[in-house]
């Protein structure tokens, strides 16, 4: 049948959920085409590479450095669909549309993943669809199953249509479960011969884990449901991992599961049992008055001291056995460029507003939710207008709910509420204390609901990570050679698939352990990372821009913090300059080129652009970012942190740089327009265009880090504004 008339018949059933497991199946007949083997004038056609006569070897069309991460991309969105539709969950087919980002790339990469990649990626987008989308579903079934024909060798076209028949008559025929669980034992044995051979050469965990994968499904041997979404779910800590490190895990956690070892690796208690709660809003709001409200403590207005760049509480979660880290952030303005650090999915939101402000109460809550898409992917988000008992906190709720869609839940909004409350009347037994209540119950609720994303360890990993917990108030330190000693005493190796280095990664990637490779002057790791967060906000709320490291120590060592918990974070003379490097790690500062020993911090800078710029913008090139939403305030910082080497005459200033290329005849000017939400790039000189290049990599690599929306203009010389511009591109959205 043509791909028409398998769509009409798919629609007929009026079944997404069906839809979508007959396209995760022919995601999975698709696959072996990912061994496809051409000769030099197809390799040509369909990558433009040619790299010798003859048979290719497995995946020759992507680049040896991409190989592992697009095929582990393509065979976990193929998983994840295959799963949302047998289990016929939502969240699991919200978790493999998120991770089609890699898979879309790699079937970009190269026309012989196409079929493959495309069929599990809308597989797992329709399997959220609900009954109104059946259509929907059925049409991207329909063309995904003829796109996995296409891509099939041209000798094997009738076999494809043969398949295709086949499906269908076991798709119309059976339940979901059933038809999933169907052998395929009629895909031509020479294609899928090379695919086996291909994973067993690879190696890295492919061999053991996703060979049998993809045999037993083709076999149609049934999955143990109970265990199938813990086995497989990763959380956003472990996604990071390398290809080896990721299918050393789900290994792992797929022999226990097999073993039926308690399910132990698959249960809460060996989760961290932390979420991470963060209070964002302009300064005075009352973040911290509303974390004292949660510890039942008392608020007195207009007594609370302004809160110094952060403060970190642990709260235990009543009726569970989560504790919350409630991280209150001060609201200063030049604080707000280090919220890429903090930032995060997985974290929940409470964003406060306040009416006794110039800035009316939406204005305020789409600044701080642009914060919160751009750093914190889809995570919930709490709106609560504190001191509602003086004032009327005005919002447009519905707007803000439009605007704000949850991505990963189909007609949700990422604002759970908006909740009027009195930080200093909600034990008043009246209208504000039953709008805390309800407050707090809806904060209980998505708390719990988070803590079912965290990282999994095993018995082993976790006992590492308690042994490291314990050690953390004792010392901000931890030794590498110590670690590794807590590593093996509990049977982690230093080399295989998931090792030493792995866990360390993921424990930095958590926070609990920071390790700064980078850094050689530093042979520890950071065990305590409240050391390091209060450090950095000591030396930015001294206010100083230009700060010589005799200065910074001073600051510190005069300095001695306490935690939530009453332990003292104190700053030695031989350790004061961990938190500098770190500064320049995180790009908040650099260090003077010509002047060792002395920093400038960007985000203290003073904001009055210079007098005289010593540039001619008139007649120079120009391209321009225009933001939809907000432009982060650490785009120029971070800039002028990469790019200190070449800043001209120290002419730099909290929103802008002068700059001269080392390497080709070539200036630059860049400057960020707040209020038009814009930032400008200004180039001149004979190799205008080549550090054009350097210059706007730098800074897609910035914006590569967040979720946002924004347009690219070029100007030629000579236009003075967007009606004379030539090239403008269209605007973009950024992953």
């Known amino acids: 049948m043509d791909r028409e008339e398998l769509k009409q018949r798919l629609r007929a059933l009026n079944d997404p959920w069906k839809c979508a497991a007959f396209a995760a199946r022919m995601a999975l007949l698709a696959l072996p085409g990912l061994a496809v083997r051409a000769d030099e004038d197809s390799q040509e056609k369909s990558s433009g590479l040619a790299t010798g006569k003859g048979q290719k070897p497995f995946l020759w069309y992507w680049k040896v450095e991409e190989r592992e991460k697009y095929l582990l991309a393509v065979l976990r969105t193929g998983q994840l669909a295959w799963s949302a539709a047998l289990l016929q969950d939502r969240e699991m087919s919200a978790a493999s549309d998120a991770a089609a980002a890699d898979a879309d790339a790699a079937a970009y990469a190269a026309y012989a993943a ?3 990649a495309y069929a599990a990626v809308y597989a797992a987008a329709y399997a959220a669809a609900d009954a109104a989308n059946a259509d929907y579903a059925a049409d991207a079934a329909a063309a995904y199953a003829a796109d996995a024909a296409d891509a099939a060798d041209a ?5 494809w249509k043969k398949a295709i028949e086949n499906i269908y008559f076991l798709y119309k025929n059976h339940s979901v479960k059933s038809f999933l669980s169907q052998s395929s034992d009629f895909i031509h044995p020479h294609l899928s011969s090379r695919f086996i051979q291909g994973l067993q050469d690879l ?10 994968w ?9 999955l143990d449901l109970s265990t199938l979404k813990a ?11 390398s290809p080896a490190e990721i299918n050393a895990r789900l290994l792992e956690r797929a022999s226990n ?3 039926n070892v308690s399910h132990s690796l698959l249960s809460p208690q060996t989760t961290l049992n932390r979420v991470r709660v963060i209070f964002l809003g302009y300064g005075e709001t009352g973040k911290t008055s509303l974390v004292r409200t949660l510890f039942n403590e008392p608020v007195i207005e207009s007594q609370e001291a302004m809160t110094p760049g952060i403060d970190i509480r642990e709260w235990e979660v009543p009726g569970t056995d989560i504790k919350a880290h409630f991280w209150d952030f001060g609201g200063q303005v030049m604080a707000h460029a280090t919220h890429q650090f903090f930032l995060r999915s997985r974290c929940l939101y409470v964003l406060l507003l306040n009416a006794r402000t110039d800035i009316n109460a939406n204005q305020q809550a789409e600044y701080w939710l642009e914060h919160v898409k751009a750093f914190g992917g889809d995570s919930k988000v709490l709106l609560v207008g504190n001191k509602s008992d003086l004032t009327q906190v005005n919002l447009d709720l519905l707007r803000l709910k439009e605007a704000y869609p949850d991505e990963q839940q189909a007609g949700q909004s990422r604002i759970v509420d908006f909740y009027p409350l009195s930080c200093t009347s909600y034990q008043d037994g009246g209208q504000f204390q039953r709008y805390f209540d309800i407050f707090k119950a809806d904060l209980i609720q998505h708390l719990q609901a988070m803590e079912i994303h965290q990282t999994r360890f095993s018995p082993a990993e976790f006992q590492v990570l308690k042994d490291l917990r314990e050690q953390s108030p004792r010392s901000a330190f931890l030794s590498k050679a110590d670690y590794a000693a807590l590593c093996e005493a509990q049977g982690i190796r230093a080399t295989g698939g998931f090792n030493h280095d792995s866990l360390l990664t993921l424990l930095d990637a958590l926070g609990v352990v920071l390790h700064f490779p980078r850094i050689t002057r530093l042979d520890d790791y950071v065990l305590n990372p409240r050391w390091l967060t209060y450090g950095v906000y000591t030396l930015l709320y001294a206010q100083q821009a230009r700060l010589a490291e005799t200065a910074a120590r001073d600051i510190l060592t005069a300095k001695t913090v306490e935690d939530h918990e009453g332990n003292k974070l104190t700053y030695p003379p031989d350790r004061y300059w961990v938190i500098l490097e770190a500064m320049k790690e995180f790009e908040l500062c650099y260090e003077l080129p010509h002047e060792r020993g002395h920093y400038v911090i960007p985000d203290l800078l003073p904001s009055d652009q ?3 710029l010593y540039f001619e913008r008139t007649r120079a090139l120009r391209f321009d970012f225009d933001f939809e939403g907000f432009l982060p305030r650490h785009l120029s910082a971070n800039f002028i942190v990469r790019r200190h080497e070449e800043i001209v005459d120290e002419v730099v200033w909290q929103n802008g740089v002068r700059l001269r ?14 209020h038009g939400r814009r930032w400008s790039l200004w180039l001149s000189g004979h190799d205008a265009a080549r550090y054009f290049d350097e210059l706007y990599a730098e800074v897609k690599k910035i914006l590569g880090r967040m979720d946002l929306v924004y347009g690219e203009w070029v100007w030629l010389p000579g236009t003075g504004n967007k009606a004379n511009a030539q090239g403008a591109i269209a605007k973009v959205h950024h992953l």
């Open 114 to 116: 196409y079929a493959a």
């Open 155 to 159: 000798a094997d076209a009738d076999l």
């Open 203 to 212: 190696g890295q965990g492919f061999d053991s884990y996703w060979l049998p």
């Open 214 to 222: 993809y045999q037993d499904r083709m076999a149609g041997k049934p």
């Open 231 to 241: 086995q497989i779910m990763l959380s956003e800590e472990e996604q990071h991992l």
């Open 257 to 259: 599961a097999s073993k």
């Open 610 to 612: 210079p007098a005289d």
């Open 661 to 674: 290329s080392a390497q080709w005849q070539a200036d630059a000017l860049a400057m960020a327009d707040y």
